[in-house]
């Protein structure tokens, strides 16, 4: 079980320029999160996908938006990019399946830097 | 709205003895989990332990244990035994389920440094 994988590792992009980083899930998960955390801080939740719908929000504007396949890999697409984006993008999934928790499994993450 | 507060930006531990971080909450609600999640050098997240709060007993998980208190929203995290693996950050989370869905809120994080 390869666990959550991300690309890319690293992203560098200028100011108002688009970025879509890329999440596949655990195997047998159907959930999948995305967070932003900044350099020193906790994970801020941006978004949460199942059944290749958005079912939760955190506080991030319209810049942010994602997309789940039917495979249940995730993207997370970001317009417009500002300075305060460079962060470092976690992706988390999880299962709904009857008994579990919905313990998330995180991927080791994109670092993006904007310049 | 939830928040989860750590208040130890840093600590750092001798081999072998044991440190304690803190963790407070704040909600409304009755029905939510806690967790402990650890972040290496490396930045994968890991989880650490997980607390039911419909549960009095705390839980443990070999050289970690918690210290549950609901009524006084609390929920810190003893090492024992601590090891030089157990250097990272480490992130205290609040997560509460809606509607079928559910959220995570995370602590700003206390990075444990364990000296030789």
């Known amino acids: 079980d390869a666990g959550v994988t991300q690309s890319p590792t690293h992203l560098i992009k200028t100011r108002g320029q688009q970025v879509t980083l890329r999440c596949s899930p655990k195997?047998?998960?159907?959930?999948v999160s995305w967070y932003q955390q900044a350099l020193g801080q906790g994970p801020q939740f941006i978004f949460q996908?199942?059944?290749?719908?958005?079912?939760q929000r955190g506080n991030f504007p319209d810049r942010f938006s994602g997309h789940q396949f039917p495979n249940y890999s995730s993207e997370l697409n970001v317009n417009a990019l500002l300075l305060g984006d460079s962060a470092l993008y976690l992706c988390?999934?999880?299962?709904?399946?009857?008994?579990?928790?919905?313990?998330?499994?995180f991927g080791p993450g994109t670092r993006l830097t904007v310049l | 709205a939830q928040t989860v507060t750590q208040s130890q930006p840093e600590m750092s531990v001798q081999e072998a003895e044991t440190v304690t971080l803190s963790c407070t909450y704040d909600?409304?609600?009755?029905?939510?989990?806690l967790f402990w999640y650890k972040q290496p050098p490396s930045r994968q997240m890991i989880l650490v332990i997980r607390q039911e709060a419909y549960k009095q007993q705390n839980a443990t998980e070999n050289r970690f244990s918690v210290n549950f208190q609901k009524a006084a929203k609390s929920f810190s995290l003893k090492i024992s035994d601590s090891q030089l693996g157990d250097t990272a950050m480490y992130f205290c989370?609040?997560?509460?389920?809606?509607?079928?869905?559910?959220?995570?809120?995370f602590g700003t994080g206390t990075r444990l440094k364990v000296l030789a």
């Open positions: 996908y199942y059944e290749e719908e958005e079912r």
């Open positions: 989370a609040f997560m509460r389920r809606t509607s079928g869905t559910y959220k995570y809120i």
């Open positions: 909600t409304s609600e009755n029905n939510y989990y």
């Open positions: 988390a999934s999880s299962s709904t399946l009857a008994g579990t928790y919905n313990e998330q499994f």
């Open positions: 195997s047998g998960h159907d959930t």
